[in-house]
């Protein structure tokens, strides 16, 4: 069998979008990954048989998407304006089908941080998960390894741990690697207070280059996360690629 191509995830992705823009829900869901989970900006979650949405970003025309491969792992994300779009795709015999679809809306102003910590033990030292074989495990210690650099204000070794290509995005940020490096460096010089966010949960989904996390994160003070990332494995080592982040409206406000 031949190996997929970027042109080959396109194709998937643009017929998925014309599918929703069209409002054609068979045509659509055809293209779904059975474990499908649709993420929209008010953090509400939708599955592949709760009915689908029309297309966030209409039909897309003259917008130019990132696409990045991952061997059986594809991520597609676009923006238009203050909302922003990941697709996650997964190949399963030659068919390509979406995992997830995440949007991002940076329209409102973010919710509340609160007081941040200097110290925490969850994500950065134990997490609510058991890895289930050796390349879970490798990718969360190299995850916490990760965040343990940002509570620590270590831009270098935050760097060792997320791919060139890396893009973040959240209610009231889209970095790249460099952005979010000199973000460190500024607390690092400041020795500013920044622990992560503790995880409540996660799900890992597996392939040899690549690992599908997602998970939900309750901040120290506000509302509850949702977040799909992906990981993809270089040379041995497990990077961080992309992180979506968006707030459950629905959740209670909370401070930890």
């Excluded at 939708?46 to 039909?59: E, T, V």
């Excluded at 134990?126 to 620590?152: F, K």
């Excluded at 400041?190 to 690549?210: S, Y």
Aim: net charge negative; charged share 25%.
């Amino acid at each position: 069998m031949a190996q997929s191509t970027e042109a080959d995830v396109l194709r998937a992705d643009h017929a998925l979008v014309a599918a929703l823009v069209a409002g054609d829900q068979h045509a659509a869901a055809a293209l779904l990954d059975d474990h499908f989970n649709w993420i929209d900006n008010a953090g509400r979650v939708r599955g592949k048989r709760d009915g689908l949405p029309s297309a966030p970003l209409g039909d897309e025309s003259g917008l130019l998407p990132a696409v990045h491969l991952y061997g059986n792992v594809a991520t597609v994300a676009v923006h238009r304006d203050k909302l922003f779009v990941l697709r996650i795709w997964v190949c399963h015999a030659g068919l390509w089908r979406a995992l997830v679809l995440h949007e991002v809306s940076q329209e409102g102003a973010p919710g509340p941080h609160g007081p941040p910590r200097k110290d925490w033990d969850n994500p950065c030292r134990t997490i609510p998960y058991a890895p289930r074989n050796a390349d879970e495990r490798d990718c969360l210690a190299s995850w916490q390894a990760l965040e343990m650099a940002v509570m620590t204000h270590d831009p270098e070794e935050w760097a060792r741990h997320v791919a060139d290509e890396f893009l973040v995005v959240g209610a009231a940020r889209r970095h790249s690697k460099a952005d979010r490096k000199a973000v460190l460096a500024e607390q690092q010089r400041t020795n500013a207070h920044a622990a992560p966010a503790p995880l409540t949960w996660a799900e890992l989904v597996d392939f040899p280059e690549a690992i599908v996390m997602r998970c939900e994160h309750q901040p120290f003070h506000g509302k509850a996360n949702r977040v799909s990332r992906v990981f993809v494995k270089r040379d041995g080592q497990w990077l961080m690629a992309v992180s979506f982040q968006t707030t459950r409206q629905d959740a209670e406000e909370k401070t930890l």
